[in-house]
C-alpha cells in the first residue's frame, strides 16, 4: 500500500474509533529468542505514526532495534467484531523521563479520579523511557458488515 493509502484507512471513522477506545493496542514484534510475541500496549495516534512507550530496559527494545517490523492489532470483543490491523516499522528513541505521548496514551485507560496519583507514581519511576515510534505501511479495517477479511471475500466470490 502507498503511504495516502494506508492514511486514508487509519483516519476513516471506524479506525478512528477504534483508535479512540479504550482498548489496547496488541503489538506483534519477533523476540529476542526468534519467536514472535505479542504484548497490549497502551498507544497514542497523531494522525500519522502510532506511539508507544516502554521501559528502556524491556526485552522488545532490543528487538525493535534489531528487527523493526511490527504489527498492531486493535479490535472489539463486540459481535460483529471490529478489528484494525496495522503493519509498519518501528524507530525508537530513549528518552529522559517520561515522554507526553505515554501520559496521554494511557488517559482513556487510567480513571479521571485516579489519574493524578497514576502520573505521578509514573513519572517518579522512570528515569528513562523508550519512545517507540510505528511508522504504518499496510492497513485494514475489517467490521464484518462494510469490510471482510479477503479469505472470506474471496469464499464469496467464488460463490456468485
Known amino acids: 500500500m502507498n503511504r495516502d493509502d ?11 474509533k477504534l483508535m479512540r477506545s479504550d482498548v489496547h493496542a496488541r503489538l506483534a514484534y519477533n523476540g529476542p529468542d526468534g519467536f514472535p ?29 534489531r528487527d523493526p517490523k511490527v504489527a498492531l492489532t486493535i479490535d472489539t470483543d463486540a459481535f460483529p467484531p471490529e478489528m484494525l490491523l496495522i503493519r509498519g516499522t518501528a524507530t525508537i528513541d530513549i528518552v529522559d523521563g517520561v515522554p507526553d505521548d505515554f501520559i496521554e496514551g494511557s488517559r482513556r485507560f487510567v480513571p479521571a479520579e485516579g489519574f493524578a496519583e497514576w502520573e505521578a507514581n509514573v513519572r517518579g519511576l522512570y528515569d528513562r523511557m523508550a519512545r517507540i515510534v510505528i511508522t504504518p505501511t499496510w492497513a485494514k479495517l475489517i467490521d464484518f458488515q462494510t469490510t471482510l477479511p479477503s479469505a472470506i471475500e474471496e469464499l464469496i466470490a467464488a460463490k456468485q
Do not use: F
Open 6 to 16: 494506508v492514511l486514508a484507512v487509519l483516519n476513516t471513522p471506524g479506525s478512528l
Open 37 to 65: 510475541r505479542v504484548v497490549p500496549m497502551g498507544y497514542r495516534w497523531n494522525g500519522k505514526e502510532i506511539i508507544v512507550c516502554s521501559p528502556s530496559n524491556a526485552a522488545k527494545v532490543g528487538s525493535l532495534q
